[in-house]
């Protein structure tokens, strides 16, 4: 199994709404990213985990959360988020660096976010 | 210093043909270029990367070149195929880190 599934594959939500994306994967990869990608730019990373631990925060709004449960699985919660916030929200997961690194990331097909 | 510069920013190419994409970086950390493929719809899938210790490195129809003393790396795609047709994105980092700095994204439409 080769795949990085997300869920939901669209979602629609106001300004004060609540609400999850789910990422899971069943490769064995200890490092889990998160990425969001604008239309028509590249992907931009948001957090990573490694080992279940956040390593890295790229200075991203708190109305963003993310969380790793286990190996297996990341979650973004999202909080009152902004208008400018709609973007494809991009899971990856890869083997924990070591050299040589950054190994192959496996994205999954992402979630369409549009905040109204 | 952290920035790869992709060019062109579309590319159209008839079926058969070569394409090429190009990109340039200035940290020479940098130590790993990927290139990355993109359907609408999906999320980038690796393509092929090479490490500076190597010139040329070929895939299937897929040839990434790369200088190092230009600091440049180019994708070549031979005898494009309407299936080629996606968003093209080349990347670097280096050894020890987790982040990938990616270029702006060339699409290529391949006419049949």
């Known amino acids: 199994d080769t795949e990085v599934t997300q869920t939901p594959k669209h979602l629609v939500m106001g300004m004060t709404n609540k609400k999850s994306l789910k990422c899971e994967q069943h490769?064995?990869?200890?490092?889990m990213y998160w990425y969001k990608q604008k239309a028509k730019k590249p992907p931009e990373l948001m957090f990573v985990?490694?080992?279940?631990?956040?390593?890295i925060n790229e200075s991203v709004p708190s109305r963003f959360s993310p969380e790793c449960p286990n190996s297996s699985l990341l979650n973004l919660h999202l909080h009152a988020l902004q208008p400018e916030d709609s973007a494809l929200y991009l899971c990856?997961?890869?083997?924990?660096?070591?050299?040589?690194?950054?190994?192959?990331?496996?994205f999954g097909s992402g979630t369409q976010l549009s905040v109204l | 210093q952290q920035q790869v510069k992709q060019s062109p920013q579309s590319l159209i190419v008839q079926k058969g043909g070569i394409s090429i994409i190009n990109c340039a970086y200035e940290?020479?950390?940098?130590?790993?270029f990927p290139w990355y493929q993109q359907f609408p719809g999906k999320g980038p899938a690796l393509l092929i990367a090479?490490?500076?210790?190597?010139s040329e490195k070929k895939e299937g129809r897929f040839t990434i070149s790369f200088n190092k003393s230009a600091k440049q790396f180019s994708l070549h795609i031979m005898d494009s195929q309407p299936g080629d047709s996606a968003t093209y994105f080349c990347?670097?980092?280096?050894?020890?880190?987790?982040?990938?700095?990616f270029g702006a994204g060339t699409i290529l439409r391949v006419k049949s």
């Open positions: 990347a670097a980092s280096m050894e020890y880190g987790n982040k990938l700095v």
């Open positions: 490769m064995g990869h200890r490092a």
């Open positions: 090479i490490r500076p210790d190597v």
């Open positions: 940290n020479t950390a940098f130590d790993y």
């Open positions: 990856a997961s890869s083997q924990v660096p070591s050299p040589p690194t950054n190994e192959k990331l496996f």
């Open positions: 985990y490694s080992y279940e631990k956040l390593s």
